[in-house]
């Protein structure tokens, strides 16, 4: 078989994508998040980015085409003239450097036309890329089909050169694109983007809320694209007004009307449960602020409960004390609220104030002492710690008592008092149904677990059970409208249900009853007990019940009215799945399954980017439980097959959790062989002509600092990986967080990292330590200089060079050590570590004396003072002397101490062409001082008057990043990063400063247009 590598095997364009992905956090109008939680959802700009790097060829594939093209040929061959025009003058600058101290990097091999044709072609698809990662374009059908054709090129070229390929007609149909396969789907992100770029997507998962997700993603809309709503009232209009309706806007609107059938009908069974709340005159009289409301009757959003205790104290044993996390209830500047409890005789109530409290720290802290369920006994001070809370919990004597409500007015929220009657109408509802199911997991993630909460139902108070119920239960007799309706509409009567692959007005009506039992669940996870209210001045609102990957006990909490405005409600609910429908592809066909990845075998001759679980990280199906039960409630006869268990199937999760497992040793094995077993089967059925993409994203915890990136999950996952039969031939680290995590200065790793898989040659050969270490070191700095070239930020370098050494220990079917025994993962990851800390110190060699002095003392005391005695001896050791840096303008010497001058305190009017001591060091904090005061313009404009040196400032700033990542000094590492950052931009500024264009570009690496 003929295969070429792809682009993903040999360059991405991080930094567009990185950043793609962090501004889609941030959207959520039609984002498929919002269609249902799922948790660690990847973003769709990664996948969309990754699967089309992964199916299209690197251009070295088909350099002769490119060879072939005159205009491409010209191009490149006036870029290849002023490229080696310039790697001429930088031999000759490289061979003075080694004696006159000059900061000129070696220049490398000569370059090629092959070379520049191939890197031509790189950028024009760098920029498919950088559009088809933005937001805007993500249902740009010139944007997509741009990356289409470019997608069927590659294919067609593959299929050309395997057409006598034994099996040439199921693997290389040059008609049709081979189908594309997430075994551990998920929340979807990367099936959905496979089918927007045009593959017949195949989603599975274990998980049946995951599959009912993908189901919902990708494959109802396509099965009912173009159809016209059902709904008696489109019916009507259908004949007055004609309208096309575009995708599965017809899905959409039948989701959105019946969804408002089911609100009207919740609302007369339910209504009487939601009062309106009076301002009375007694209330004005104490409360001046309300007088405008006088007399008003006010929509409830919310009542605010705390839950409560019985007092340690002997005297008040008999009082149910409250447990509130804070009093205040509105931190809005200028709007604040709060709740001040007054003790009355041996008992107490609740008032409601605007304003800010006495005291703020006290409002702030309600009943609580310290964190955690640390509370005061507001009778009597006792204090109250976690063991006695437990134990009451466990004993079933947690209580709850209400502590305001919070009503709409005029533009603002009010903060009213509890009333007798609103408190006695809550307490008298008796729900008919719960969700009765244990709660699993551990505690650390299943927070309520210890305080007693360990069923479902007991997350939620009698009133949300009943409303919740009665939606549920609405669910069924929307289905059974929307099927009658259906029939009317001229859907066929096929009699099949759509788990059965009908596609009629009975699997109609289950696909709108999927979609508004999601709706359902959307409700659900706003109105439980542990929803809080969340004060904050931008909130004002109910806050989710999963703000985390976790259950977490919760004091005092917000019991919302579903039927109000506000976020988290019923029509607001409805509203957001039919826009993620309306925005759903609709063509190709997908397919949603539940299996096991252990075991399945859907990924048979199809094309795999995945993401599986991340060794511990997060308990998919003891959360998930949550949603399980209350889907079982409300569409079990929809798919009976997938609610077929009591709860979400656990034993085969591939998690490694110790309470599933009998302790963390084998927890950790049980991990490893099925992880082993889900890549064998990948490696064994994915299409060869591919590379199989697979997502594992770090926890910042497994930072080890100066040994680069060790963790059990890690050298886990890729050991699993490893000995599934693939060979790695790529890494890229994929980042959304990178600015919080600098500004923290807490860790620098990017948020998951893709690896690029292929599988291992039958013949592999074994190799010796010293075999693989000599490979490492020939191999590692050529490709550390490739990923620098393609300008890297610095922050990505050392997980993306991972990379290379792994294809290097990937490539042997084992390495030996002197007694025969096979090098570990862990022990590979090291030595590739160490590697890149080598060839990295050995890139100093590039630079001048001052600068390699420079580098030693950031080293040891970055731009903090240190004793002359120290510098003038290291200063012999590099060959030069304090006095000399001094004079070069990169060192301070005063009073017996000495210290490297910032970039902000180097001198403005610096030119380098009358600098007589140019060192590197200058350059490179010369860049960052003009970069920071005058932006990429002013940086450009140096980067012109620096010429071939100005390469150099790159090369150190990589240095320097790595230095400071090391030493953990955040603010230094982000300016060396953001100067490589800006790099592309300055250099194509500098083009525009009057530096003639084609050389200008050659010099720094980059090609004309
Ligand atoms: C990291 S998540 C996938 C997230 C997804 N890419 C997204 O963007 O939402 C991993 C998934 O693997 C699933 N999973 C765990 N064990 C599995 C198994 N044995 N077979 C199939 N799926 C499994 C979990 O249910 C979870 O949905």
């Not at 006994?377 to 710690?385: I, K, N, Q, V």
């Not at 079990?636 to 034993?651: M, Q, Y």
């Not at 100093?844 to 003392?857: I, K, P, Q, T, V």
């Not at 040891?860 to 002359?868: I, K, L, T, V």
């Amino acid at each position: 078989m003929t295969t070429h590598k792809k682009l993903i095997e040999v360059a991405l364009p991080l930094a567009a994508i990185n950043k793609a992905c962090a501004r889609e956090k941030s959207i959520r109008h039609g984002h498929p998040s919002t269609l249902h939680l799922w948790w660690a959802r990847r973003p769709l700009a990664a996948a969309r980015a990754v699967i089309f790097a992964q199916m299209v060829d690197d251009p070295s594939a088909y350099v002769d085409v490119l060879r072939g093209d005159p205009m491409l040929r010209r191009r490149a061959e006036t870029a290849l003239k002023a490229r080696l025009k310039l790697w001429d003058e930088a031999c000759i600058l490289a061979e003075e450097a080694k004696g006159s101290g000059l900061p000129v990097p070696e220049p490398g091999p000569a370059p090629t036309l092959d070379d520049l044709l191939a890197e031509q072609e790189r950028q024009r698809l760098f920029r498919i890329i950088e559009d088809l990662v933005l937001w805007e374009n993500t249902t740009n059908e010139t944007v997509l089909q741009a990356a289409r054709d470019e997608i069927w090129q590659s294919w067609r070229r593959a299929c050309a050169e395997n057409a006598d390929h034994p099996r040439a007609s199921e693997l290389f149909d040059r008609h049709k694109l081979p189908a594309f396969h997430d075994p551990f789907a998920g929340g979807g992100a990367l099936p959905l983007e496979a089918q927007r770029l045009g593959l017949e997507s195949y989603a599975s998962d274990l998980n049946p809320v995951a599959v009912l997700i993908n189901k919902a993603m990708i494959e109802i809309p396509p099965k009912f694209a173009g159809k016209p709503p059902v709904n008696p009232k489109a019916r009507a209009e259908r004949f007055l007004v004609p309208r096309e309706r575009m995708g599965a806007q017809g899905l959409a609107e039948d989701v959105r009307y019946y969804g408002q059938w089911m609100r009207e009908e919740a609302e007369k069974h339910l209504e009487h449960l939601y009062p309106n709340v009076t301002v009375t005159s007694e209330m004005v009289e104490e409360r001046p602020d309300l007088r405008k409301y006088a007399g008003k009757s006010l929509t409830v959003i919310a009542w605010l409960w705390a839950r409560t205790v019985l007092s340690p104290n002997p005297a008040f044993a008999h009082v149910d004390v409250p447990l509130v996390s804070t009093f205040m209830l509105s931190t809005k500047p200028g709007k604040e609220a709060y709740v001040e409890p007054v003790i009355e005789d041996d008992d107490y109530r609740f008032t409601a104030h605007v304003g800010k409290p006495a005291n703020m720290e006290a409002s702030k802290n309600g009943t609580k002492l310290a964190r955690g369920a640390h509370f005061g006994c507001l009778m009597s001070g006792t204090p109250m710690a976690s063991d006695y809370i437990k134990a009451e919990g466990k004993a079933g004597r947690l209580g709850v008592r209400l502590m305001a409500i919070v009503a709409e007015g005029e533009r603002e929220r009010v903060f009213l008092a509890p009333t007798p009657e609103h408190e006695a109408t809550a307490r008298e509802v008796r729900p008919g149904w719960k969700p009765d199911l244990t709660i699993s997991g551990s505690t650390q993630y299943l927070g309520v677990k210890p305080y007693g909460m360990d069923q479902f139902s007991q997350l939620f108070t009698d009133r949300q059970l009943l409303a919740l119920t009665t939606f549920s239960e609405l669910v069924h007799e929307a289905r059974k409208q929307v099927q009658h309706d259906a029939l009317l509409g001229g859907l066929s009567d096929d009699g099949r249900s759509f788990a059965d692959g009908g596609s009629g007005a009975a699997a109609y009506s289950d696909a709108v009853a999927l979609y508004l039992a999601f709706a359902v669940d959307r409700v659900i996870e706003r109105h439980t007990s542990i929803a809080i209210w969340d004060s904050s001045p931008t909130k004002l609102q109910l806050a989710n019940t999963f703000r985390r990957q976790v259950i977490p006990m919760t004091w005092d909490f917000a019991e919302g009215n579903m039927f109000c405005m506000s976020s988290g409600t019923w029509s607001p609910s409805v509203e957001w799945v039919a826009r993620s429908i309306a925005f759903a592809p609709t063509t190709p066909a997908g397919l949603s399954l539940q299996c096991d990845a252990a075991s399945q075998d859907v990924s048979k001759d199809r094309i795999v980017s995945t993401d599986p679980p991340y060794y511990d990280n997060v308990p998919y199906a003891d959360l998930s439980d949550f949603f399980y039960v209350w889907l079982r409630h409300s569409i079990r006869s929809v798919f009976p097959d997938l609610f077929d268990t009591l709860a979400v199937p656990k034993a085969e999760e591939l998690v490694a959790f110790a309470y599933r497992h009998d302790g963390k040793a084998s927890a950790q094995a049980f991990f490893l062989g099925g992880m082993t077993q889900s890549m064998r089967r990948l490696s064994e059925q994915a299409h060869p002509a591919f590379p199989i993409t697979i997502y594992y994203a770090f926890k910042q915890a497994e930072s080890k600092g100066d040994s680069g990136i060790a963790s059990t999950g890690w050298d886990t996952f890729l050991a699993a990986v490893i000995d599934a039969g693939f060979a790695i031939t790529g890494t890229w680290p994929l980042r959304t967080e990178l600015t919080v995590a600098l500004k923290k200065s807490s860790a620098f790793l990017a948020s998951s990292i893709v690896l690029v898989c292929r599988k291992r040659l039958a013949d592999a050969p074994t190799a010796t330590r010293r075999e693989f270490v000599t490979a490492l070191k020939a191999e590692l700095p050529r490709a550390l200089a490739h990923l620098q070239r393609g300008n890297i930020a610095p922050v990505d370098l050392a997980q993306a060079a991972i990379g290379p050494g792994m294809a290097v220990y990937t490539r042997y079917a084992k390495v030996l050590d002197a007694e025969g025994k096979a090098m570990t993962v862990r022990e590979a990851l090291a030595l590739i570590n160490q590697t890149l800390d080598e060839s990295l110190a050995e890139q100093e060699g590039d630079f001048d004396a001052d600068s390699r002095w420079a580098l030693l003392w950031f080293e040891q005391s970055g731009f903090a003072e240190g004793e002359y005695g120290v510098a003038e001896q290291l200063s012999k050791s590099k060959n030069t002397s304090v006095q000399g840096m001094v004079e070069a303008g990169i060192l301070e010497s005063k009073h017996g101490k000495v210290r490297l001058l910032r970039p902000e305190e180097l001198p403005a009017d610096w030119d380098p062409a009358t600098d007589a001591r140019l060192t590197a060091w200058e350059v490179v904090h010369h860049l960052i001082r003009v970069l920071e005061s005058g932006g990429e313009g002013a940086a450009a404009e140096l980067v012109g008057k620096l010429g071939a040196k100005a390469e150099v400032g790159r090369e150190l700033a990589y240095r320097l990043y790595t230095l400071c990542e090391r030493k953990k000094r955040a603010a230094e590492a982000l300016a060396y990063n953001g100067l490589v950052q800006s790099w592309p931009e300055i250099v194509r500024l500098a083009h525009e400063g009057g530096t003639p264009k084609t050389e200008q570009g050659a010099l720094f690496g980059e090609t004309e247009e």
